[in-house]
């Protein structure tokens, strides 16, 4: 089961929900949406408190928090029973608890395209070809051979990329990515990805 957490800031900026009606709320939750796919016109947040007579900062303090709700439920694929749970931490009104699931069942998958589309993105090695170079013979034998390693790297953004090595930096290098790769297996990793997504 996974439960998004909220800080105490959090929770009571969103506890102001349960002073709210049905209709106001589920227009706050409307407004956090927009925020999220970045439709957000200060201005809109402005009218809306005007309009529902409520203080400016209150609400703008709500939509932010509703939206650390909707992207963290997005980032982590919450299923209805942990969305519901994350939710009770706030104890909102059973109509508003239906309009928060409503909204993220609905948004859910806009929501994972935007956050996908906001990632870091990272080529990743399509195919690499190598090649050892040796001068086997010169005109001085004093030299001895010393072989060299041209790499051919080929990325998943169609770019090409030629290099060259001797033994001791393919060594290096190959050591370098043994100790990356034994770190991405670690729990601190787990716990930073899961985040970055």
Excluded at 45 to 74: D, G, H, I, M
Excluded at 176 to 183: G, N, S, T, V, Y
Aim: charged fraction near 25%.
């Amino acid at each position: 089961m996974v439960i998004i957490y909220f800080n105490n800031e959090q929770k009571e900026d969103l506890q102001f929900l349960q002073e709210l009606s049905f209709e106001v709320g589920s227009k706050i939750v409307q407004v956090s949406i927009d925020f999220f796919q970045g439709n957000y016109n200060p201005k809109l947040l402005q009218n809306v408190s005007t309009k529902l007579n409520l203080p400016q900062l209150k609400v703008e303090r709500c939509v932010y928090a509703l939206s650390y709700l909707f992207t963290e439920s997005s980032k982590l694929s919450l299923s209805k029973s942990d969305f519901l749970e994350s939710v009770n931490a706030i104890s909102p009104t059973k109509e508003i608890e239906e309009c928060l699931l409503e909204s993220y069942q609905k948004n859910c998958e806009e929501m994972r395209r935007i956050l996908s589309e906001m990632s870091l993105k990272l080529p990743s090695i399509d195919s690499l070809q190598w090649r050892l170079d040796v001068q086997i013979s010169s005109r001085r034998t004093s030299n001895e051979a010393k072989p060299v390693y041209l790499l051919k790297l080929k990325t998943s953004d169609n770019r090409t990329v030629w290099f060259q090595a001797d033994y001791n930096e393919l060594e290096s290098m190959t050591n370098q990515l043994e100790i990356a790769l034994k770190e991405s297996k670690s729990q601190h990793y787990k716990r930073i990805k899961k985040y970055i997504k």
